[in-house]
């Protein structure tokens, strides 16, 4: 095998009204707010200053990733049903306080969703994305234009932790981050750099 000499950037996408709000949005395709478009401009001006190499750009298909990409003023090679969102279930459209009037101390990362899909699911459909892009940094840098939990999985996946561990990296709306290599080991090299000058939105 040769040794990997690309990098794989995540990106979340711009805001929306449900994600400004705090709610779970899963399956609901939403657009972006005027801000995430806003998000999405700034965000192209810093994929530039990463002068990617000959980027393979893979898309969730949801609306608010495609519209990221295409403001950012990158285009998709392929759209990938892989790189949704996380299936909240019952949770869909609720914010974390409401889940919490009914299941006290809630996450995504530690209980389960109601008819949505489970922390096991995500893990092994992280990896399926793993185990696809990782070939291809053998010679070329690799885009995903993704959500904010499946994009935190993706990260704790390819720091060989479990998905629960994706609570503990944050991920504000249009913002990136960059995972590579170091002799073989696979690092985090940049992390939720958003874009600057823009209001940005955590949620």
């Known amino acids: 095998m040769i040794a990997p000499i690309g990098r794989l950037i995540v990106m979340r996408h711009g805001e929306t009204e449900w994600s400004r709000s705090g709610k779970h949005t899963g ?36 609306t608010r990733a495609l519209r990221t990409a295409e403001s950012a003023g990158v285009t998709v090679d392929r759209v990938w049903d892989d790189l949704v969102e996380w ?49 291809q940094l053998e010679e070329r840098d690799v885009l995903l234009f993704g959500h904010g ?32 290599y170091e002799h073989g080991c696979q690092q985090i090299y940049l992390h939720n750099v958003f874009p600057r000058g823009v209001t940005e939105g955590v949620a």
């Open 27 to 62: 399956q609901t395709d939403l657009p972006l707010t005027d801000l995430g478009e806003a998000q999405a401009r700034a965000a192209g001006a810093e994929l530039a200053l990463l002068e990617l190499d000959n980027p393979l750009v893979l898309s969730s298909p949801r």
């Open 149 to 180: 939990h499946f994009t935190r999985a993706l990260i704790a996946r390819w720091t060989q932790l479990p998905v629960s561990e994706g609570r503990r990296f944050g991920m504000a709306a249009a913002s990136h981050s960059v995972l590579g």
């Open 87 to 135: 299936d909240y279930g019952d949770y869909e459209g609720l914010t974390t306080p409401e889940i919490r009037e009914t299941v006290p101390h809630w996450t995504v990362w530690t209980h389960p969703c109601p008819g949505g899909e489970s922390a096991e699911s995500v893990q092994s459909r992280a990896d399926t994305v793993l185990s696809v892009v990782t070939p």
